[in-house]
């Protein structure tokens, strides 16, 4: 608790949580869902949302599944993977 308070103090803000699932299609629990909503409540002075990621079994990116919870819902976001930029060898 001191850590996350000190590190608050420096600027630095949690904006979210990840963990793994051992399933192909990684889907949040009853409890992730309790969590997450809990969390993006108790953060709703500082942000509009908390973003909840599962990393599932199936290969990336496929297999990484993003939500923001905003303290009422649970919304589903895309992972976008970002495009790879030409190097001087290509
Ligand atoms: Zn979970």
Same mark, same amino acid.
């Given at each position: 608790?001191? $850590? #996350?308070?000190? %590190?608050?103090?420096?600027?630095?803000? @949690?904006? /979210?949580?990840?963990?793994?699932?051992? $399933?192909?299609? &990684?889907?949040p629990s009853p409890e992730d869902r309790a969590l997450a909503a809990e969390h993006a409540r108790?953060?709703?002075? %500082?942000?509009?949302?908390?973003?909840f =990621? !599962?990393?599932?079994? #199936?290969? %990336? &990116? =496929? /297999? %990484?599944?993003?939500? @923001?919870h905003?303290?009422?819902?649970l !919304?589903?976001?895309? =992972? $976008?993977? &970002?495009?790879? $930029? &030409?190097?001087? =060898?290509?």
């Open positions: 608790m001191r $850590e #996350r308070e000190q %590190l608050f103090r420096d600027g630095w803000h @949690c904006v /979210g949580f990840w963990h793994t699932h051992p $399933e192909f299609d &990684p889907t108790a953060a709703l002075t %500082l942000t509009n949302g908390m973003v =990621a !599962i990393v599932g079994t #199936r290969p %990336l &990116p =496929a /297999g %990484l599944r993003v939500w @923001c905003t303290g009422s819902a !919304i589903d976001m895309v =992972a $976008e993977v &970002p495009r790879s $930029e &030409p190097t001087d =060898a290509s």
